[in-house]
């Protein structure tokens, strides 16, 4: 299988090509998928497995924490659980280019799901972007991410959302969305870099749909996207076989992210 995991720390041209070309052969066999599709609507959440080879997690679990904004947030003071994360000031390339191509050759699910998604983002008491409606009247989302990263900014949702996650014995995410203002996306995703059993135990990415809950069986390397509107969090991480107990993520967003103060001061003009 090919493999781009020379990609991490270089931005030519060639290399950003070769990653986009890996990522579209990965993606779209998966997004076509009328299982994907199914699980989507009636779990939540799809599971790619395998989608990172075990040197190119040991790269991102080397890297990851010097592309930090420095804003360790524990999830404690926020009342969503036990834990820590910290948003990324960016992506290293090979994740940039899956970032980029998981919105392309998942618009038209993304589509699909826009109308139950504004309704439940609504449900929950957050506004939606009246320019998405107008959008999906005339036809659906932004063609491209980056299209769809400028109608963020119009809106005052300037500031990355992709996060670096972690947890230790006895973690956990409660149930929750992530909303970052009143734009937001019908999907996004998340990697596992930690192996079940071994790192830890439990720890199961879970997501709420009718009132029941979904839990999936991930391992180490597989790439998961799900429903933004569907609840979702993580259940009690428990000592794995090794020592020292640790489940990262990275949480792969869409949507761009506005600080609460600026919200405020936003709405205050």
């Not at 924490?65 to 994360?85: D, H």
């Not at 390339?93 to 109308?115: D, G, K």
């Not at 596992?192 to 809950?213: H, M």
Request: with cysteine.
């Amino acid at each position: 299988m090919q493999t781009a995991c020379a990609a991490y720390g270089s931005s030519s041209a060639n290399q950003e090509a070769r990653n986009r070309e890996y990522w579209q052969v990965r993606l779209q066999d998966w997004a076509r998928d009328p299982l994907t599709q199914k699980n989507l609507l009636e779990v939540g959440f799809a599971v790619l497995p395998g989608a990172l080879l075990p040197l190119e997690v040991e790269a991102l679990l080397q890297e990851l924490p010097y592309l930090v904004e420095g804003g360790a947030v524990r999830m404690e003071q926020q009342s969503k659980g036990n834990g820590g994360y910290d948003y990324l000031r960016q992506l290293p390339l090979h994740l940039s280019t899956l970032r980029e191509v998981a919105y392309e050759v998942f618009l038209p699910s993304a589509n699909e799901f826009l109308q139950q998604h504004c309704l439940e983002v609504a449900g929950c008491g957050r506004s939606i972007c009246n320019e998405l409606d107008v959008r999906e009247r005339r036809g659906g989302l932004p063609e491209s991410l980056q299209e769809f990263e400028s109608l963020c900014e119009r809106r005052g949702q300037t500031r990355e959302s992709n996060l670096l996650l972690w947890y230790q014995e006895g973690g956990e995410n409660r149930a929750h969305r992530d909303i970052y203002g009143e734009v937001s996306y019908p999907l996004q995703m998340l990697l596992l870099l930690s192996q079940p059993g071994q790192d830890f135990n439990g720890g199961r990415f879970f997501t709420i749909v009718d009132g029941r809950k979904q839990e999936a069986n991930l391992n180490c390397g597989d790439l998961l996207i799900f429903r933004t509107s569907c609840k979702h969090g993580c259940t009690l991480v428990r000592r794995g076989r090794k020592p020292e107990v640790r489940r990262v993520v990275v949480g792969l967003q869409f949507a761009k992210r506005q600080l609460r103060r600026e919200r405020l001061a936003r709405e205050s003009r």
